[in-house]
């Protein structure tokens, strides 16, 4: 193969790849932000919480991160139901979602952060793993495992969220919360409850994506700070509240950063895909996959 | 009767404001990065200079007074260090201000200092007083009069030593004020050695992959690659050239995380064949007798508050740096910030670090950055690197216990 056609497909495998874990990363604001209406900004630190304990179960056990996100994941589906009902009896209840809302969650962002700093200390820490060193070549394409793992992972956690999103009675119910609160409630169906649970859902899926964070990337506590503004922008650029939005969002971005990494320079990346994203909002003012 | 009693009152109450006075502490302010990217760094350096204050304290404090720290958190942010050492100054009323680490957080509190006219002793920035040209800035580091040429000349020296010689290099590095520092200094040595720069490129410092930075460094076929870059990017530029598989003579320079434990772990055998800047090396360990004075408390005490558990790197340095400032207010016997400038630009140091002087711009007076390059670590364990046999180091002459072995990749065989 010629380099030049072999450095193309390997920034488009790259950047597939690395939409793959934007993906993971971005679809629980896609169910709190898109669909709830939740501004969850502190997303971002429950994502670097899951990559501690994933970090702490590989580091004294030997516990593959990932497994251990999933075998783990109904605590952070518990933490996200806990998070919902202060929220809602603090301030969605009393109309005070908005302004007060926000600084909650930028409350709970700081204090997970400073609770992570308490307990783990504010070194660099990374999971090790029998693939994170390990990248497979095939005909001059590169296939690094510390990435194309997270990317199956993520790739089976999107699929899995929009079946039982479309194919479930409480999935359609979280679909409906997002269209019409009052018709669901005439339902009779507890809108604050499919709210809640789907909202613990958004969280579970951060404590995959915390995992997924570090197999690829070494970790500090106030890691996630920097990937708030991608996170919301994969979620505007898909469509709010679309799940496959979320994901071609991700890919498109992701292809975008490495094609510009590769062949016009890496500090053009961010010009690149925010201009990407004006450009769909200007076109498809809902996104890509937006009603 | 009247007049002696009033005048004995007088004097009882003028001793005892300035027995208040002498026993009041003596306030140093600083930001320190205790969350954020540099934390790691911060901590440590915190912890080094925390035991200079309990050393100088257990001796009875500097003029007769205790020393007592006033200290906030920058979160690594630059944009909230102004806000930081005004109030500091303002609401704190410190006597003396040093920096927090590195070259972030340095360069916006120095035009603050120059507005107050206050001594600014500085922690590891890579020539932020470059376009300031403060005259009470000084800086602790060993990189030279030039620091950002001081700083890269070992690898460029090293490079221009194999046969044959390179002729091409790239550079690159993160978008951030060290990173810049280093690329400048990497570009003034490819000009002087008539190297053709054949990549010259930044990237954003929350990049995740930079594999596709990696393959278009490798498109280029660079001879060396030069690299500055901050722990996170360090880490991912390793990982990218081994899974890239990158080709070339040379690859590092400017890596800053090499140097303490964590990384060092993290990564294991892919730092085989690496070149970097280091400060301390166990391979020449005779040559910094002056360190063993502080790295026993400092690693006992590391190891409790999860930083650095090595230590060889900065907290020497920011011990040195508390040292430096209370041998000016010794000598000078206050805290006028004039004559400390004029006191700590006339003298040389003794220090925890050896013999420190200033250069007339407030850098180190003579360059002691080692570049080594790593080679035989076989394994991810903090055990392979407590003692020698791990690290070869290249430059300067004096320290010198090898010569490059390139290119790269025969290394990771």
Redesign the interface.
Same mark, same amino acid.
């Given at each position: 193969m010629e380099?030049s056609t072999e450095?193309f497909i390997?920034?488009i495998v790259?950047?597939l790849?690395?939409g793959g874990?934007y993906a993971a990363v971005s679809v629980g604001i896609s169910i709190s932000f898109g669909m709830l209406d939740v501004v969850n900004i502190a997303h971002p630190a429950f994502i670097i919480l899951g990559s501690y304990i994933a970090y702490t179960a590989n580091a004294r056990f030997g516990f593959d991160p990932i497994v251990t996100s999933v075998v783990l994941s109904p605590l952070f589906f518990a933490l996200g139901l806990l998070l919902y009902r202060i929220y809602y009896l603090c301030f969605e209840k009393r109309g005070q979602e908005s302004l007060r809302g926000l600084a909650f969650f930028f409350g709970v962002l700081f204090i997970t952060?400073?609770t992570l700093?308490l307990v783990?200390?504010?070194?660099?820490?990374?999971a090790?793993t029998p693939y994170t060193?390990v990248?497979e070549?095939f005909a001059g394409i590169?296939f690094?495992l510390?990435?194309v793992v997270p990317f199956f992972v993520s790739l089976a956690m999107v699929i899995g969220l929009q079946f039982f999103l479309t194919h479930t009675f409480f999935g359609r119910a979280v679909l409906a919360v997002a269209q019409d609160q009052l018709a669901l409630r005439l339902m009779g169906v507890d809108p604050v409850r499919v709210k809640g649970l789907a909202f613990a859902l958004s969280i579970a899926t951060a404590g995959v994506a915390g995992a997924l964070l570090i197999v690829?990337?070494?970790v500090?506590?106030?890691?996630g700070r920097?990937?708030i503004g991608?996170v919301f922008a994969v979620c505007v650029l898909g469509g709010m509240g679309s799940i496959w939005g979320t994901l071609v969002g991700a890919l498109v971005l992701g292809t975008a950063?490495?094609?510009t990494?590769?062949?016009f320079?890496?500090?053009w990346?961010?010009a690149v895909s925010f201009g990407l994203l004006l450009a769909t909002l200007a076109f498809r003012p809902s996104g890509l996959f937006g009603r | 009767m009247k007049f002696r009693n009033m005048l004995a009152a007088a004097l009882g109450a003028l001793a005892f404001s300035t027995s208040a006075v002498a026993q009041q502490p003596l306030k140093i302010g600083f930001g320190m990065s205790?969350?954020?990217?540099l934390?790691?760094n911060?901590?440590a350096a915190l912890i080094a200079m925390e035991q200079w204050r309990d050393d100088v304290n257990a001796k009875g404090g500097l003029l007769g007074r205790k020393i007592e720290f006033v200290y906030y958190d920058d979160?690594t942010s630059p944009a909230s260090v102004p806000a930081l050492y005004t109030k500091l100054m303002d609401v704190d009323k410190v006597d003396l201000v040093v920096s927090g680490y590195g070259t972030a957080v340095i360069a916006p509190a120095i035009p603050i200092m120059m507005q107050r006219n206050m001594c600014f002793m500085t922690l590891f920035g890579l020539n932020p007083n470059g376009k300031f040209n403060y005259d009470k800035y000084f800086q602790i580091m060993p990189a030279g009069p030039d620091p950002s040429v001081g700083w890269s000349k070992g690898y460029f020296d090293a490079a221009m030593k194999m046969n044959p010689k390179p002729k091409t290099v790239a550079i690159v590095g993160a978008?951030a004020e060290y990173p810049h520092g280093a690329m400048a200094g990497a570009r003034a040595h490819a000009k002087e050695h008539g190297l053709k720069v054949v990549y010259d490129?930044?990237?954003?410092?929350?990049?995740?992959?930079y @594999?596709?930075?990696v %393959?278009?460094i490798q498109?280029t076929n660079p001879d060396l690659v030069y690299v500055g870059s901050y722990?996170?990017d360090t @880490?991912?530029m390793i %990982?990218a050239a081994?899974?890239?598989?990158l080709k070339t003579r040379m690859f590092g320079g400017g890596m800053v995380?090499l140097q303490y434990a964590?990384?060092r772990t993290?990564l294991g055998p892919?730092l085989n064949g690496v070149v970097n800047y280091e400060m301390y090396a166990p391979e020449v360990s005779k040559k910094f007798p002056f360190l063993e004075k502080i790295i026993g408390k400092y690693q006992e005490r590391a190891v409790k508050?999860?930083?650095?558990p090595l230590g060889y790197y900065l907290p020497p340095y920011a011990y040195a740096m508390m040292e430096v400032l209370g041998q000016a207010v010794t000598a000078t016997k206050g805290t006028d910030q004039a004559k400390l400038a004029e006191y700590i630009h006339k003298t040389t140091f003794d220090t925890v670090v050896g013999k420190v002087a200033f250069a007339k711009n407030g850098e180190w007076a003579s360059s002691r950055v080692l570049m080594v390059q790593f080679g035989g670590i076989k394994g991810?364990s903090l055990d392979e690197w407590k003692g020698p046999g791990r690290i070869t180091v290249l430059e300067p002459a004096e320290y010198k216990t090898g010569t490059v072995r390139a290119p790269f990749q025969d290394n990771r065989k």
């Open positions: 380099a450095l390997n920034a790259a950047g790849l690395l874990f952060e400073v700093v783990f200390g504010v070194d660099y820490v990374q090790r060193d990248t070549r590169d690094p510390r990435l690829i990337l070494p500090q506590p106030s890691i920097e990937y991608l950063e490495s094609f990494a590769t062949f320079g890496p500090s990346a961010p | 205790l969350t954020g990217a934390a790691g911060g901590k979160q978008d490129k930044t990237y954003p410092p929350n990049t995740v992959d @594999a596709p930075i %393959r278009a498109a722990p996170p @880490a991912g %990982r081994n899974e890239v598989g995380g964590s990384l993290q892919l508050e999860g930083v650095d991810n």
